[in-house]
């Protein structure tokens, strides 16, 4: 199975302030009730982007500056909380193709991997900056390099990034789904269920 | 240098490396439910394969189940839900505990209950809250959907390894201190992002005295830390639970046990990091903000965010309580309550039903609360029955439902109202999580969450129930 290896993501930037964003504010549990991941996309962020009455509110993500922004800034521990897929695929269907944050809850970041979309960490003041950037400019073009690990802009910011680095090889490299792997080991995983008497 | 038990089993588990440095590791037991798992057997058949062990994989309904009518789900989403499990289940020839085999209930009830949770083992399920069967001396984690479809198709994964933390829990709890306290006591030191990478050991005499119920609360909130799993080293206790149960080989029960227990940490293991609690200073714990490590003791007061040491603190102390619309400095003790919810994968065993039943007699709860009652699986709801808890809570004026996740996140018809407050057993007070999106949530033990039915507000059950804390310690 050929993947598309993903060597940079880059469009413009939207910036949600905050630590801990977990992923019932990313897609709220109501929005779960579903077989297939279709359709997710318009309920990202629902409650924080809609009150009680579904009037808008002043998210970001509302923000007409940034309706077409495609790359996510965010702040320390990002996609914590449940191991829900639909998070990262509620994002995805949004329109991102990758998030740069100060840090990551791991579920969320295997997920968003697997789905090829990047997350890289960045320090609290280049996250600083590039929010300042963003809101200056909100046509600005946020690259994310994930061969070299840099973040850059259009107006001259340039900063390194973190990835572990099975996932930037993974990417890279066109691997972010391992199923074939994983399938390609077959006589080795039966070997290992009867040494370990689970067959 | 002897092992640590997560080191053993991810080695014994280990099939090979993949080509990107990922462990491929094999998993045991593979768990899955109604919400995340429907995409991935779509998953599978878009790619046509096959479960390649059916027999390895576990399905119960437990997220969308409505706890009154069980089976009637008014809400056609949730009945289509039920049905393409259903369908999979029976497509691929997966074990299914239904409604009506008298054993569905939370995920992380059944595992442990059907004995199918065993020490030694890697256990996936796409649910954050696997970490629960680490108390059985198991590596179990959550996982996403496209993993579930990968486990299905493999019995493997694709992994990178955890650093491991030692948590050492010393000392005696005081009276009133529930296993559901510690474990809101030390996410409250390590934080919420603290146990990022690290996968948690809690040893000491505090978990080694823990009933295996007790050692599921806690690793069950291993997640709210950051941590991907957590785990207790088997042990008598562990092998004595097992005994017996469905799925426990019972023809060579001594040589099984024997192995288990050989899986535990060894006394020379080495930690990439060890903290040290003494047990005397936890208190019953309460949550006062949107995110699980915002706790404090019940005699403590709300944080005023002009006493924060950081920008970011302060920011982030100021949006919690502006959610929570509670007044900085003030006691949590006495804040008003709408709701108490008694039930979860945390809090939603035998044991948290017959520790509540102790007091609650000659109580009621106060008038204008709504205080409702799930028990975690259909097989604690008979054990309750056998009991006769149900009487001594409903004539204590709580609602006794049926299995499931119920108000625990609010898929099912048990919701919050406007911005309602509960005090609730459960896991998780991020914003919305109980089915309103201005809903309120307070985390705390099933028996301090009775006391604040009764009362009607947030109280200390050593008050209420004379649970005779001693003089503090100067
Ligand atoms: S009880 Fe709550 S935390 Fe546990 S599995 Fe159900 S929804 Fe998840």
């Not at chain 2, 909130?221 to 080293?233: F, H, L």
């Amino acid at each position: 199975m050929a993947l598309e290896p993903v060597l940079s993501v880059s469009g413009t930037g939207v910036f949600i302030p905050g630590a801990d964003i977990d992923t019932d504010r990313i897609i709220p549990a109501r929005f779960m009730k579903c077989v297939t991941f279709d359709g997710l996309g318009e309920f990202a962020f629902y409650d924080v982007r809609f009150d009680e009455h579904g009037n808008k509110t002043n998210h970001p993500l509302n923000d007409p500056r940034f309706a077409k922004a495609s790359i996510l800034v965010a702040g320390e521990n990002f996609g914590c909380g449940s191991s829900r897929e639909h998070a990262p695929q509620s994002l995805r269907k949004y329109g991102f193709n990758g998030v740069i944050a100060e840090s990551f809850a791991e579920i969320f970041y295997g997920n968003s991997t697997t789905l090829a979309m990047p997350c890289v960490m960045a320090s609290a003041a280049d996250i600083k900056a590039l929010a300042a950037a963003i809101e200056a400019d909100p046509n600005l073009i946020v690259k994310i390099d994930v061969d070299a690990l840099r973040v850059s802009t259009s107006t001259g910011l340039d900063f390194a990034v973190k990835m572990p680095e099975s996932a930037r090889e993974a990417l890279v490299t066109g691997r972010w789904d391992p199923i074939q792997e994983l399938l390609d080991n077959e006589s080795e995983i039966e070997k290992k269920a009867v040494e370990l008497h689970y067959v | 240098m002897g092992k640590s038990l997560f080191q053993k089993v991810w080695d014994t588990h280990a099939v090979g490396t993949l080509a990107d440095g990922r462990t491929q590791l094999f998993i045991g037991t593979h768990l899955i439910h109604e919400v995340t798992s429907p995409q991935a057997f779509g998953m599978l058949r878009d790619l046509g394969l096959k479960v390649k062990f059916p027999q390895r994989t576990f399905a119960t309904v437990d997220h969308i189940v409505p706890t009154e009518n069980q089976d009637a789900p008014q809400d056609p989403l949730a009945a289509e839900m039920m049905r393409a499990l259903r369908d999979n289940c029976d497509d691929f020839g997966v074990t299914y505990f239904d409604l009506k085999s008298g054993k569905q209930g939370i995920v992380h009830v059944v595992g442990p209950e059907q004995g199918i949770t065993q020490p030694g083992t890697t256990i996936a399920c796409g649910d954050s809250h696997t970490a629960t069967h680490g108390a059985f001396g198991a590596i179990a984690f959550g996982i996403g959907t496209t993993q579930v479809r990968d486990v299905l198709a493999s019995q493997t994964l694709a992994l990178e390894a955890l650093k491991v933390r030692r948590i050492e829990v010393n000392g005696d709890l005081r009276p009133g201190v529930y296993a559901k306290d510690v474990i809101l006591h030390i996410i409250r030191l390590l934080g919420a992002k603290g146990g990022i990478g690290f996968a948690y050991e809690y040893a000491g005499d505090v978990f080694d005295r823990m009933s295996m119920e007790e050692r599921m609360t806690v690793c069950n909130m291993s997640i709210e830390g950051g941590a991907r799993c957590g785990y207790v080293n088997p042990d008598a206790k562990t092998v004595a639970y097992l005994q017996g149960r469905p799925y426990v080989d019972s023809k060579n029960f001594d040589t099984t046990a024997a192995r288990w227990l050989s899986f535990a940490s060894d006394p020379d293991a080495v930690f990439d990091d060890i903290v040290r609690i003494n047990a005397a200073d936890i208190e019953p714990t309460v949550t006062w903000g949107i995110s699980p490590d915002q706790g404090i003791s019940i005699s403590e007061n709300i944080p005023d965010p002009a006493k924060s040491q950081t920008p970011g603190e302060k920011a982030s102390v100021e949006e919690a309580l502006a959610y929570m619309k509670l007044p900085a400095g003030t006691p949590i003790k006495g804040v008003k309550i709408d709701v108490a919810f008694i039930g979860s994968c945390t809090n939603g065993r035998i044991s948290d039903f017959r520790e509540v039943a102790k007091y609650i007699r000659g109580h009621q709860v106060a008038a204008g609360v709504k205080a409702i009652v799930v028990p975690g699986s259909q097989i604690v709801a008979v054990q309750c029955e056998k009991e006769g808890l149900p009487q001594i809570f409903r004539d204590a004026g709580f609602e006794w439902r049926a299995a499931g996740c119920s108000m625990c996140l609010a898929m099912n018809p048990d919701k919050l109202i406007g911005d309602q407050l509960c005090a609730s057993s459960s896991n998780r007070n991020f914003k919305g999580r109980q089915g309103s999106p201005t809903g309120r949530t307070v985390l705390m033990s099933p028996v301090m969450v009775a006391a604040a039915a009764i009362n009607g507000s947030i109280s200390d059950a050593r008050e209420l129930f004379e649970l005779k804390a001693e003089a503090a310690v100067a």
